[in-house]
C-alpha cells in the first residue's frame, strides 16, 4: 500500500494533514517527529510531509529533525514550522523578521514548478507563523510568496524537497487540496488507489492473518463503531465470530431490534442478544448518584459479558471499534487499553483476550463510509454517538422502568423530528433528559402535576467541546407540543442552552 507519513510536530492540525492526504485516496499515517529513521525507511514511504508545529525553531528544547530524512530518496514536504525545521537544517535562515502572519493572506506565484503548478497567479492561503524563511537553503527556488514571507514556497525538484509556509491542509486556503495534489500525483508519483473496497479488503486480509481459524467475540453496541468492526470480522472469518449484544434496558425506543435485525436476520452474523434487563434494574434501584449508577452498570457489563463469554468456549480474539483518532490522541502507545474501558464498558484488562481492532486506522468518517459499503442500515451508518450507559445517565435521580418508559418516549418523539426536520445529520447528538422535579400543570381543566423534559442538542466535532444547537423555532414548538401531548407523565419542555465547557455534554 502506497503510504505518505506525516511526522508530527505537533501542531493542531497535523491529523488534519493526514485525513486530506486520505481524501486524495492516498493512504496517511500520523508519525511523531523523532521516529527513529529506521522505523521511517521500513514503513517505505511514498513521501513524507512535516507538519507545522508551535515552537520555534530559536528555542529551547524545539523539535529537530533527523536531516537523514531528506536523504531517503522520498520527497518531502514541509508545512510551516515543517519548512522552517527543513531550511535550517539544510543551511537556509529562518529568522524572527517581526512580521508575524495570521489567518487570511495573498499569496503569489513566482513560477510554476511542482506545489503551485496550474494555480491561479494570485489566491488566499492561511497563515499562522512568527518565524519566516528569508533565505532558502542552496539548490532550493522560491516559487511562492506574500507581501510578509518572501519565501512563502521553496522548492528543489532535484532531491524532491518542497516547503510551504502557509497551511494547505485547512479550508481556508481554497487551493490547498491542489497543493497537496500536486506534491502527491507530481512529486511522490503516488497513485489514488486507497479506495474504501481497499480499505475492506485489506483490513479483512489482515484480520484473517491475526485471527486464523480461531474463535472471536465482539461485543456489539449498535453504535456505528462496533457494528462496522463486527462485519469486517464477520467477513474475513464467518461464523467463527460471534457477537455479544447485552440489553441492559437502558436502550432507546426500538434500538435493540434495529440492531438484531440488522445482524441476525440481514447480515446473519451468528449473535447472542442476552436480555439482561431486570438485572441491571434491580441493581439500579433506588440509586441516585451519577457515579454509583456508572460504576453499576459498567461492572454488571462487565459480568453479563464474561458469563456470555465463558460460555463461548475456546475464544481467543475480542474485536474492539477503537478508531484512528483514539489510537493518535493516545499517544499511540497504550490505546487499545484506554479503548477497552470506553468501548464496551470497562473490559477488565487482564482478560485473557488478545483484541482485534480492525479499525485502528481509519478515521471516524471513514468507517462510516466503509460501514455504507458494507450495507448497514442508513439509520445505523449515521446514529449520532449513544453513550454506554445509555438512558441511566439522562434520567436525573433513580432509573425505574416508569421514568425510563416516559424518558425513551420523549426521546422517539424528539428523534423523529429532528429528523424530519432535516437536521439529523447536522447535530453531533440530539436528546432528552429526564430531571427529578416535577412542577404544576393544567391540561383541559385539570391541575398537573408531572415530569419536565429537557431538549438537548449539541453541535460539535469531536465532543470534546460542544455548542448547543440554535435549533428552529418551529422545530422546538412542534417536538415540544408532541411530548406533553403524546407522553403521559409529562407537562413542560424545556431547553438547555449551554455549551462544553462548562457544561457537559449528558447530564450525568
Ligand atoms: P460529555 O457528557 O462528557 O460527553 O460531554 C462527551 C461524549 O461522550 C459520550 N459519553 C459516553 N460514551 N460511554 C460512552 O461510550 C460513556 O460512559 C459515556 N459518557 C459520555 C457522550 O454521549 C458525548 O458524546
Redesign the pocket.
Known sequence: METVLVLDFGAQYSQLIARRVRECRVYSELVPHDAPIDEIRARNPRGIILSGGPASVYEDGAPGINPEIFDLGVPVLGICYGMQVMAQALGGTVARTGKSEFGKTELSVLREVVLLDDLPATQSCWMSHRDSVTEPPSGFQVTGATASSPVAVMENTERGLYGIQCHPEVVHTPYGADVLKNFLFEACDCSPTWTVVSIIEETEAAIREQVRDQKVICGLSGGVDSSTAALLVYRAIGENLTCIFVDHGLLRKNEAEQVIDAFRNHFHVPLVHVEAQERFLTRLAGVADPEMK?KIIGEEFIRVFEEEARKLEGAHFLVQGTLYSDVIESGTRDAARIKSH?NVGGLPVDMDLELVEPLRNIFKDEVRNVAAELGLPDNMVWRQ?????GLA?RIIGEVTEERLEILREADFVLQEEVRRAGLYRDLW?SFCVLPAIRSVGVMGDERTYAYPIVIRAVTSED?MTADWARLPYDLLETVSSRIINEVTGVNRVALDISS?PPS???WE
Open positions: 456508572r470506553h454517538p449513544f453513550p454506554g450507559p445517565i447528538q465532543a462544553k457537559t455534554i449528558e
